[in-house]
């Protein structure tokens, strides 16, 4: 995971390629649903470079920020220019440097799919739930169990790296997706059930779980389509049309869930 994210190639992914940008959008309008209106105090557990954070404190929120990469820090820090609305440290999601109830809400958007174990994850949510004011949402990102799947058959042949096929059927059995080379992307996959179940168990009542893509991230012209109103518009309500379809969760490369802390 380190090693991947080292490269840096992070702070573009979600503007510089049509399925980030399309991750992106989607994932904004869903975090929009649920958020309180500014000025409230957001965590952004796991953040990155820093996308949402910055979105975020453009809408007014005041924006924790933290992230186990020093480099996405830094990033952030130079991206914010100094706004004083967001405060970035590296932090651990599993061991938040925070006081107990101290947020308005929390978006945890990448720690889940990089924590192998159950019980790291389980840990994460915890720490999560401390540091939440009662009533307040949790909105926790996970990579589709089938995703690499999708994306084998969307890419060309030629891109793909040799014995991925092979080793699927027992990705998709463990959800442990292993890097397929110096530096690739690894993590652990999610069923949408799984999901559910994880934050029930850390003590958090489930309100809503979405795919946020769809299969629309399948598509070989995403990028000529999103760059035309109209077919742009159509990819953006066919994602929002089959997002709760529950046999089509599993169909995109993200799943998004919506979470409370009783209170």
Same mark, same amino acid.
């Given at each position: 995971?380190?090693?991947?994210?080292?490269?840096?190639?992070?702070?573009?992914?979600?503007?510089?390629?049509?399925?980030?940008?399309?991750?992106?959008?989607?994932?904004? +309008?869903?975090?929009?649903?649920?958020?309180?209106?500014?000025?409230?105090? $957001?965590?952004?557990?796991?953040?990155?470079?820093?996308?949402?954070?910055?979105?975020?404190?453009?809408?007014?929120?005041? $924006?924790?920020?933290?992230?186990?990469?020093?480099?996405? $820090?830094?990033?952030?820090? =130079?991206?914010?220019?100094?706004?004083?609305?967001?405060?970035?440290?590296?932090?651990?999601?599993?061991?938040?440097?925070?006081?107990?109830?101290?947020?308005?809400?929390?978006?945890?958007?990448? /720690?889940?799919?990089?924590?192998?174990?159950?019980?790291?994850?389980?840990?994460?949510?915890?720490?999560?739930?401390?540091?939440?004011?009662?009533?307040?949402?949790?909105?926790?990102?996970?990579?589709?169990?089938?995703?690499?799947?999708?994306?084998?058959?969307?890419?060309?042949?030629?891109?793909?790296?040799?014995?991925?096929?092979?080793?699927?059927?027992?990705?998709?059995?463990?959800?442990?997706?292993?890097?397929?080379?110096?530096?690739?992307?690894?993590?652990?996959?999610?069923?949408?059930?799984?999901?559910?179940?994880?934050?029930?168990?850390?003590?958090?009542?489930?309100?809503?779980?979405?795919?946020? +893509?769809?299969?629309?991230?399948?598509?070989?012209?995403?990028? +000529?389509?999103?760059?035309?109103?109209?077919? =742009?518009?159509?990819?953006?309500?066919?994602?929002?049309?089959?997002?709760? $379809?529950?046999?089509?969760?599993?169909?995109?490369?993200?799943?998004?869930?919506?979470? =409370?802390? /009783?209170?």
């Amino acid at each position: 995971m380190h090693a991947y994210y080292e490269r840096g190639g992070e702070q573009e992914r979600l503007a510089a390629r049509p399925v980030g940008q399309l991750e992106f959008e989607r994932t904004k +309008e869903i975090v929009s649903r649920h958020l309180p209106p500014p000025p409230a105090v $957001v965590a952004d557990i796991g953040g990155g470079p820093g996308a949402y954070a910055l979105w975020l404190a453009s809408l007014g929120y005041e $924006v924790i920020h933290r992230d186990l990469m020093p480099l996405h $820090v830094e990033q952030l820090r =130079r991206a914010a220019g100094g706004n004083p609305l967001i405060h970035s440290m590296v932090g651990d999601a599993r061991s938040l440097d925070l006081p107990d109830a101290h947020v308005d809400a929390l978006l945890l958007l990448g /720690p889940l799919y990089h924590l192998d174990r159950r019980q790291d994850r389980l840990r994460a949510l915890a720490s999560a739930y401390r540091v939440l004011r009662p009533g307040g949402p949790v909105l926790a990102a996970a990579i589709s169990r089938w995703a690499p799947r999708m994306e084998l058959l969307r890419q060309s042949a030629g891109r793909t790296f040799p014995g991925e096929e092979e080793l699927l059927p027992a990705i998709e059995r463990t959800g442990h997706l292993p890097p397929l080379g110096p530096g690739i992307f690894t993590g652990y996959l999610h069923r949408p059930a799984q999901l559910r179940s994880e934050l029930t168990a850390a003590g958090f009542r489930v309100t809503d779980l979405v795919s946020v +893509e769809g299969p629309a991230f399948l598509l070989g012209d995403l990028a +000529e389509r999103l760059a035309d109103d109209e077919c =742009r518009r159509v990819v953006m309500e066919t994602a929002r049309a089959l997002e709760r $379809v529950p046999e089509l969760l599993g169909a995109g490369s993200h799943l998004l869930a919506t979470a =409370r802390k /009783p209170g």
